[in-house]
């Protein structure tokens, strides 16, 4: 089984920094694509930011300037660094990842954390 679980939320001051992490564990053959999404009370699902593998990150033009989304491959983590957040920030934040499993069939799925949660609220 592959799973993916988030931790480093929490309640921070506006202005203040969060850094989100994601552990991807089980038996992976190739991670094609992670991101994070954010759902706010009320809201839909939103795109924070989102990376193929080999290739340049996409940012939400909320996040751009403020967010960064890394990895560290050989650990199968992912993280999301938050800076200068603020109130509209506050949400259930997901990881995601487009992957191969090694159990599952030979095409690429969809999996997702169960959500970690940010308020910004001073």
């Known amino acids: 089984q592959v799973h993916l679980v988030e931790s480093g939320g929490g309640l921070v001051q506006p202005g203040g920094s969060l850094q989100l992490s994601c552990a991807v564990s089980g038996r992976i053959f190739s991670i094609l694509a992670v991101g994070w999404y954010r759902q706010a009370p009320g809201k839909q699902r939103e795109l924070v930011a989102s990376q193929t593998t080999g290739r340049s990150t996409n940012y939400a033009d909320s996040a751009k300037g403020r967010f960064t989304l890394f990895r560290d491959n050989a650990k199968n983590l992912l993280f999301l660094q938050m800076n200068s957040l603020k109130p509209e920030d506050t949400a259930v934040y997901y990881c995601?990842?487009?992957?191969?499993?090694?159990?599952?069939?030979?095409?690429?799925?969809?999996?997702w954390g169960q959500g970690t949660q940010v308020t910004v609220s001073s």
């Open positions: 995601y990842s487009f992957l191969i499993n090694a159990d599952g069939p030979q095409s690429p799925e969809d999996y």
